[in-house]
């Protein structure tokens, strides 16, 4: 089958790899009709590369139909089109009975001392053969599956698998009053998203970016954006100027650990990337090697009392944080991997005809599998509009 694979940094190709096979009783065989490119992706060709191996398949937002069920799988058969979500969990341990699918006990990358094993991303999460291929073998396939309808619309609920849980969980976890306000930091997929789900429900807020065309995006959905080239003063001034001296109720930090405007941290990661693996990768893991800017910003713009949710990724051990400021504004902080599971039951209404989150033009590129490396490429530079590209692994080329 093809794939996008690995190769090294800011290095990615579609090759020819061995087709999946069952394993074990609980898989599953998806034939993928269509995968998309994510932000944390982008972390695997840049930042995260000592964590990697050349050849890795990577991807973890498909939707495809199901060709071939382990013999332990009763809920689902040959046909069905389902979802996968970008975590494998078992759906009976502690933490799944919990909702928290992200820390599933039974496959927790204990080696790692990480949490549940994810699709296409790295040691650090089991180096499971991601979804950016024609197949994929889906492990506790039994749980690891969102059943959806039938047709040619694999846009609508594609972003199940990552984007609306993600986005969904980062503004529940923001904790905003009804007729609140919240700032998002970062507008691409995830942050657009979220600003889209506060939107519906009935929230002032406030996007931050620094590219035209993310900005114009949301501000077409009644965003009050804010270009961080544009605008006099800091974001934080000008966010509690708009919101009576305050600052908002939340921020949602959708940017992570490779933000702009951290020049130390981002020459140590730069710097990571030609030392070794194990050494490069013992530095990512151990040091202070996130750019803090958006966080640091999120800290100065919440207002006392508020609600910081990270759902940007980071990755340092040893970063400084503003623990004075934090507990003087008795700030509170959550942050996680989204619980997809948990999710799916308050997002499914959502994706009827009327399309309240505008799902169905949330991609701003369809290609081709073969045409991954470009658009690898093109998102991390933020270049033709790239906000959500979709792969489709049977187009030609």
């Known amino acids: 089958m093809k794939a996008v ?41 840049e930042v995260l590369g000592a964590f990697m191996t050349e050849g890795d398949v990577l991807g973890h ?13 009763g809920n689902l058969a040959v046909g069905d089109r389902v979802v996968v979500p970008f975590q494998i969990s078992c759906g009976h341990c502690y933490q799944c009975d919990q909702g928290l699918t992200t820390q599933c006990e039974t496959t927790q990358v204990r080696e790692q ?50 984007v609306l849980p993600t986005a969904w969980q980062a503004v529940e ?55 961080l080239d544009a605008e006099n003063g800091t974001v934080a001034e000008i966010i509690r100027d708009a919101t009576d001296g305050r600052g908002t109720d939340a921020v949602i930090d959708a940017v992570g650990m490779e933000a702009h405007g951290s020049p130390l941290a981002s020459t140590a990661q730069k710097a990571a990337a030609f030392l070794p693996d194990a050494l490069a990768a013992k530095l990512v893991d151990t040091a202070g090697v996130d750019r803090l800017a958006a966080l640091l910003s999120a800290v100065d713009i919440v207002r006392r009392g508020g609600t910081i949710s990270l759902v940007g990724v980071y990755g340092g051990m040893l970063d400084p944080l503003p623990m004075r400021v934090l507990f003087d504004k008795q700030i509170q902080l959550r942050m996680g991997q989204a619980n997809v599971k948990r999710w799916t039951d308050d997002i499914l209404p959502l994706l009827g005809d009327d399309d309240p989150l505008g799902v169905d033009d949330f991609a701003t590129h369809h290609l081709p599998l073969a045409a991954a490396p470009d658009a690898y490429e093109m998102f991390q530079r933020k270049t033709d509009g790239a906000v959500k590209v979709v792969l489709d692994p049977w187009a030609s080329n």
């Not at 940094?9 to 061995?18: A, C, E, G, Y």
């Not at 937002?61 to 799988?73: N, T, Y």
């Not at 919240?182 to 600003?195: N, Q, R, S």
């Open 5 to 45: 694979t690995w190769q090294g940094r800011r290095k990615v190709s579609v090759d020819t790899v061995p087709d999946p096979i069952i394993e074990a009783p609980t898989d599953a065989i998806v034939r993928v009709t269509s995968t998309a490119i994510c932000g944390s992706d982008l972390h695997l060709y």
């Open 61 to 73: 937002e498909p939707i495809g139909i199901v060709e071939d069920v382990g013999a332990g799988i």
């Open 113 to 162: 001392g990480s949490g549940a094993a994810l699709f296409g991303y790295s040691k650090l999460y089991g180096q499971v053969p991601g979804g950016q291929a024609q197949y994929l073998r889906v492990p506790h396939a039994d749980f690891t599956h969102i059943k959806v309808p039938e047709g040619p619309d694999d846009t609508r609920y594609l972003y199940l698998s990552d």
């Open 173 to 227: 976890y923001a904790a905003v009053p009804a007729g609140g306000s919240v700032t998002v930091l970062g507008l691409g997929p995830i942050g657009d998203m979220c600003a889209r789900i506060a939107l519906h429900r009935g929230l002032r807020v406030f996007g931050v970016d620094r590219v035209p065309e993310r900005l114009r995006r949301a501000a077409a959905r009644g965003v009050e954006t804010i270009d």
